[in-house]
């Protein structure tokens, strides 16, 4: 059995603190760093496809999309993609699906599709099928970060539910309720999967990344980035938020809205 971290929950909302309860303490090995890099750079999902990494920033008037060379922090490509005011088209958590990018949105109840080429709204064709469907999806309540797995788009609300959605329709098929030792952990922002494992950043700000189980949404553990300037940071919104994961060299990439770098990183396993 690992060194234990114990972190205690308090009775308000996306409250975390260090002590209480125990789980598996991780701690980060710093590789790399490339500059965090473009016009927008308030993170709101960040995902690495095909060689490249894919960053969807937000807030109104500044919901954008970018490419970037994972190596060298340069942006490939950038395109604002909200035009609207505030709410209306906020941009939040993204994935990639069968080659195109789903980007949800703060409260408009809307999650769109985009080329990875262009990024400009397109159709998808889900697997099997011959026709393509419509480039967007609607759908109840905030929308935070989101994550998939082998079968279902995942996201967060803020709150302590995750949301296991349709391919197809984005309809919810079933849910998990965060908790750590059975008490609920609300706060879940940023999402990245990875061998049954979700990692999530915290909102308000904490240097936390949980690691929940994806069958039954307990805590199995908790990496302790704030050694990064990304948790450092004084402003209220400047929070970590943003994890990737490079399967061809098993390393995360983490960085944070307003942060002035994207860290390439490991989980190691505190003995």
């Not at 941009?91 to 949105?105: A, C, K, V």
């Not at 995942?154 to 959605?165: E, K, Q």
Request: charged share 25%.
């Amino acid at each position: 059995m690992g060194m234990r971290v114990k972190i205690c929950l308090g009775l308000t909302l996306f409250s975390i603190a260090a002590v209480g309860y125990a789980v598996d303490r991780y701690t980060l090995q710093e590789v790399d760093r490339i500059p965090h890099q473009g016009a927008y750079r308030f993170t709101e999902g960040l995902e690495f496809y095909k060689g490249y990494l894919y960053e969807g920033t937000g807030r109104s008037f500044s919901t954008a999309l970018k490419k970037i060379d994972p190596d060298s922090g340069e942006v490939l490509m950038e395109r604002k993609v909200s035009y609207l005011p505030f709410h209306l088209y906020f941009g939040e958590g993204i994935t990639i699906y069968n080659d195109q990018l789903l980007q949800i949105s703060y409260k408009s109840g809307k999650a769109y599709f985009y080329g990875l080429e262009h990024f400009g709204k397109v159709r998808v064709r889900h697997e099997g099928d011959l026709f393509w469907h419509n480039k967007e999806f609607r759908y109840s309540g905030d929308g935070w970060g989101l994550t998939k797995n082998s079968q279902h788009f995942i996201n967060s609300n803020g709150s302590s539910t995750l949301y296991f959605r349709n391919f197809k329709t984005f309809e919810i098929e079933r849910t998990v309720t965060v908790t750590l030792d059975g008490k609920e952990v609300p706060g879940e922002n940023e999402l990245e999967y990875v061998d049954g494992i979700i990692y999530a950043n915290l909102f308000p700000k904490s240097p936390l990344i949980l690691m929940i189980d994806e069958k039954d949404g307990k805590v199995i553990g908790v990496i302790d980035a704030s050694n990064l300037e990304c948790s450092q940071m004084s402003g209220i919104n400047d929070v970590l938020n943003g994890i990737a994961y490079n399967p061809a060299e098993s390393l995360f990439y983490l960085t944070g809205k307003n942060c002035p770098y994207i860290y390439k990183v490991r989980f190691i396993k505190q003995l």
